[in-house]
């Protein structure tokens, strides 16, 4: 079963290196993450509870590193909004990696809580229940970041100006 399990993980890799190069944007930090994220996932083997898909427990972990690993600097993480692009498979026109340049550029704006929610959901195609689960947040929490994410990226996409939500307390 072991294999089995060990496989299932190995296959998750390109999913893993694409949702941690979201998260940090540096090639050479996303590779660190998966790094950390499979020593985890080799460690806590026994942990899984072997209900369903594996990536959102690997997810999971991965966040979690993540998270420990901002809380650890002490202050919010400086966004390199440089030109280094992820690969693309097919041969781009230099439009195309415009767009793509731009599309990375405003997510990596977003807040990093709206930034995993689009990651996982919209690239992942994890389902609401498994984004809740690995970010330890209820669904509905899930469907706000999502949308709200969803709306800021389509705002400053058309260019429109991004407006402040103001919460109104009772």
Not at 47 to 56: E, F, K
Not at 90 to 102: F, G, V, W, Y
Not at 124 to 153: F, K, N
Request: charged share 35%; glycine share 6%.
């Amino acid at each position: 079963m072991r294999a089995t399990e060990e496989a299932e993980i190995l296959a998750c890799i390109p999913q893993l290196r694409r949702y941690a190069r979201g998260l940090v944007y540096s090639r050479e930090s996303a590779d660190d993450l998966v790094q950390d994220t499979l020593e985890r996932a080799w460690g806590k083997l026994s942990l899984w509870q072997r209900r369903g898909d594996i990536r959102p427990w690997l997810f999971s972990i991965m966040h979690n590193l993540f998270i420990d690993a901002v809380r650890s600097q002490g202050r919010s993480r400086e966004v390199d909004v440089g030109d280094d692009l992820p690969e693309v498979a097919d041969r781009a026109t230099q439009s195309d990696r415009l767009e793509l340049r731009d599309l990375d550029r405003v997510l990596q704006r977003l807040s990093a809580e709206q930034r995993e929610v689009i990651l996982l959901v919209g690239v992942e195609d994890l389902s609401y229940q498994d984004v809740a689960g690995v970010l330890g947040v209820p669904i509905g929490t899930v469907m706000s970041r999502l949308s709200r994410a969803r709306e800021r990226l389509r705002a400053e996409l058309e260019g429109r100006p991004v407006q402040a939500r103001i919460l109104r307390v009772k």
